[in-house]
């Protein structure tokens, strides 16, 4: 698609509405990633990046994956920290069972782990849908974390479930600091935005984008809904699966159940109902949003010298208020307070 602007034809691509154009964006993302691998390593403090910049990009990882299934094919997923967890054991056992399994393919097949999970759960959802499917989905989250508790091989037969992740370590270059272990991250993290973003534009997403408008009408067209859906849970899953492997060995430091509670599943849907759903940028803002207010209500909370019951409530009561917020003001998220204040920036100080 072509339009004319200033005497100039730009290719340009259609996203969430709007025509975008797709020199400035790939622009604008090669230049955020470059400052993002070769300066924040540099400038940031070894708690920055331990505490939230690494935390930050699982997040987002993971939020990327739930907003595949929900925002782009509509299935509502309550389990996300259940496909996490799978990504995780699998790959501590492909790691301490496989003599020389390098640790990216261990990654990478956890992820296709938890793929077969999501698919395995994703089948109720070619019958039932909204509210229904989404206690399906938390079903696998009981599940899952049964099996890791009560099943000791999965575990390494560890008495408490607790098992300290091998060291990343990719062809001889051990990732033993923040600062490696951030680079890896974000380079882990970029590529598979980077394919999720193309992803999302091919003939699979727009599959997916018309079996959330109305399946229905997705299925008279031609478009087959079982492969569709379970795909989406597929993708959706491998992405979470890869998310989760990187939380136990990248950030944890072990491998635990308890780490992929119900509390992480809701973490991550308040990511990108906050952040946007069904946009890919939303999933970055939900989780630096999610991951960096704690950390301002603690200062504020110092600062106001609340009372320790309010303080200890305050996040909880925020996030609440938030979301109640976005659902009904701005249900497009973050993401489209972002276009807004881009486009107003874009003709200030001459709107007309």
Known sequence: MFYREAGQFRTTYEADGQILPIRQDRIALLATLAVAAVAVPFMASPYMLSAILIPFLIFALAALGLNILTGYAGQLSLGTAAFMAVGAFASWNFVARVPGMPMLLAFVLGGLCAALVGIAFGLPSLRIRGFYL??????????????????????????????????????????????????????????????????????????????????????????????????????????????????????????????????????????????????????????????????????????????????????????????IFFLIVEPHGLARLWQIGKEKLRLWPFPH
């Open 134 to 323: 989404a206690a399906s989905t938390l079903a696998t989250q009981f599940f899952v974390i049964w099996c890791l508790t009560k099943i000791s091989w999965l575990t390494g037969g560890s008495a408490s479930g607790v098992i300290t992740a091998q060291r990343i370590e990719i062809m001889g270059y051990a990732f033993d600091t923040p600062q490696r272990k951030y680079v890896l991250v974000l380079l882990v993290v970029a590529l598979m935005a980077l394919l999720a973003k193309n992803l999302v534009r091919s003939n699979v997403g727009r599959s997916w984008m018309a079996v959330r408008d109305m399946d229905v009408a997705a299925e008279v067209i031609g478009i087959r809904l079982m492969r569709t859906k379970l795909l989406a849970f597929a993708v959706s899953s491998f992405y979470c699966g890869v998310a989760g492997a990187l939380y136990a060995f990248a950030y944890l430091g072990t491998v635990e159940p308890e780490a992929y509670s119900l509390d992480l599943s809701f973490r991550i849907l308040f990511m990108i109902i906050i952040g946007g759903v069904g946009s890919i940028l939303g999933s970055f803002l939900g989780a630096a949003f999610i991951v960096l207010l704690p950390v301002f209500l603690n200062i504020a909370a110092h600062g106001l010298a609340l009372p320790t019951s309010v303080a200890s409530n305050l996040e909880l009561m925020v996030f609440g208020a938030l979301i």
